[in-house]
């Protein structure tokens, strides 16, 4: 293929990518976008596991930057399946006609900043490309984690990853499977594999929290009425702390009555799915409130799993939300088949992987499919597997060895024109995803305008501003709970990777500091750096 030169590149065809093309198109730019996958959907292309849904109502999950799209398209549940979704997305493309732009099937291999052109040169697996701009697109959770289990490459069955998905659907029956990892993606599939499967053994290191979803058909009247004053209804949710409906609670769990929590809690846990963790306004703040919350969800799993010793391996014992609260559809019902049984790796760690199963805890597992639910690295794991060189050749990789810094979740010093939608530092994971990349959409194309039109070339953050706003990020944190425990979100999943938090909490201040931001000439970026 020959040299391709445009204004900007777009990575990833998924949500982001593809707002970004249609905003940026409309916009007057020169724009394409390239996809590694045959198709697009980005996570929602990856993750067709059994079970695979959004855990926000799909009312809320979904585009709001065309008025028409969202009274025009329907939902059939409440929380949609991954298929509708994927068809939504294609929907939307089709709508906009944006598939004449995006290159499938093309793998960006490196990025390179010419600090002489100011521009960057992109090599993909079907050919290079200049662009003055290039916007990382890549998602927070797309790049799998594969642990590095001893003997993972003898195993001769059918090995799967939940984030990487075959497209032609798996079907288990009659098999005996094995599932590694207990996070959202192997709560979500547990149960629809256990209806499958001859024998399904769990293998998990750490019990989770998870809420029932009562998910069921869309209720035509509360679609009705959202569909009445959508603009409204959205700008409600965003003013939440999360961006998401019903978070909004005031009052505090450490001062309500025992029979007033009970209540409350029941009511969550039977209605509101992750807003469970809105029940108090004190949940994710105060350590004595969240166990109140988190003692509510235990019982609950005793409630339901009727072996007491499957019951307690199920009980979490950190801080309920500061791992990703999960959304279930059965889950811990599950363990009450008879065909299903859990295994615990802390008493029964996995000695090694073998040609047909596994060996834990001196026990051997034959396994016709193992599936590996292990989650992802997350936040830069999608950039840091790209070889992107910014001024001098310094490569992201190295530059976020020691801590992944970004001003906003937006811009990385040394890689002047690269952008990044919902990249650490904003609030991204820990909020409604489809209303925070619309947001990163729209500030980092009006900031291309904004540069046409004042005549700059090149925009980059510096390492003071994003040093302070990492700092900044970390502070809101410790007033939280959030980083009483291992998770994602602060790198604690992968072995290499610094422990370091990073998605800002709080949707609102985070609005209004990038409107500021930009309202102000994008204070804190600097343009036309000379060296
Ligand atoms: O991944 P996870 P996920 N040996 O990291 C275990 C989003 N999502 O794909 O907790 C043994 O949560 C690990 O154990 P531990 C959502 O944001 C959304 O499930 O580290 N076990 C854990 O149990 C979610 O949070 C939806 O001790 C190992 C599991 O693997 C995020 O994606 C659906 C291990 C990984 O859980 C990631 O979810 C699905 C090892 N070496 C996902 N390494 C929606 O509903 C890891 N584990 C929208």
Known sequence: MSLR????????????????????????????????????????????????????????????????????????EKYSAQPEILEYLNHVADRFDLRRDIEFNTEVISATFNEERCLWEIKTSKGDVEAKFCIMATGCLSAPNTPDFEGLNDYEGQLLHTGKWPQTPVDFTGETVAIIGTGSSSI??????????????????????????????MDPDEEALVK?????????????????????????ATEASDQERQEKFNHHWEKEGLGFLGAYADLMLDKEANELA?????????????????????SPKFTIGCKRLCVDTGYFEAFNRD??????????????????????????????????ATGFDAMTGAMTRIDIKGRKGISLKEQWKDGAKSYLGLGISNFPNLFTVTGPGSPSVLSNMV???????????????????????????????EEEWMIFVNEVADQTVYKSCNS????????????????????????????????????????DKTN
């Open 435 to 465: 209303p925070s990349l619309e947001l990163h959409v729209e500030w980092i194309s009006q900031c291309i305008e904004w540069m046409r039109d004042n005549n700059k070339t090149v925009i980059e953050s510096t390492k003071a501003v």
């Open 339 to 372: 065909n299903v049984t859990l295994i615990d790796l802390n008493t029964n760690p996995i000695d090694k992987i073998t040609d047909d199963g596994l060996i834990a805890g001196q026990e051997e597992y034959q396994v016709d499919s193992l599936i590996l």
């Open 294 to 314: 988190a003692s509510f969800v235990r019982g609950k799993v005793k409630e339901i799993v009727n072996d007491p010793e499957v019951a307690e391996l199920l």
């Open 228 to 252: 009445s004053r959508y603009p409204e209804f959205r700008k409600e949710n965003w003013e939440n702390g999360f961006g998401i409906a019903g978070l909004e609670e005031e009052s505090l």
């Open 5 to 76: 030169k445009m204004d900007v590149l777009v990575v990833g065809a998924g949500f982001s990518g593809l707002y970004l093309l249609h905003k940026l198109r409309s916009s007057g730019f020169s724009v394409a976008v390239v996809e590694k996958a045959d198709q697009l959907g980005g996570t929602w292309h990856w993750n067709r596991y059994p079970g695979a849904r959004c855990d926000i109502p799909s009312l809320q999950y979904s585009y709001q930057f065309d008025e028409e799209l969202q009274q025009d398209w329907k939902w059939s």
């Open 188 to 217: 979500q599939s547990i149960p629809v594999i256990a209806e499958q499967a001859k024998h399904l053994y769990v293998f998990q290191r750490t019990a989770n929290y998870s809420i029932p979803s009562n998910n069921g058909p």
């Open 488 to 527: 994602w979100y602060n790198g604690s999943n992968i072995d290499e990777k610094a422990k370091e938090f990073l998605p800002f909490i709080g949707v609102p201040p985070y609005t209004e500091k990038i409107t500021e931001v930009a309202e102000q000439n994008y204070q804190g970026f600097v343009f």
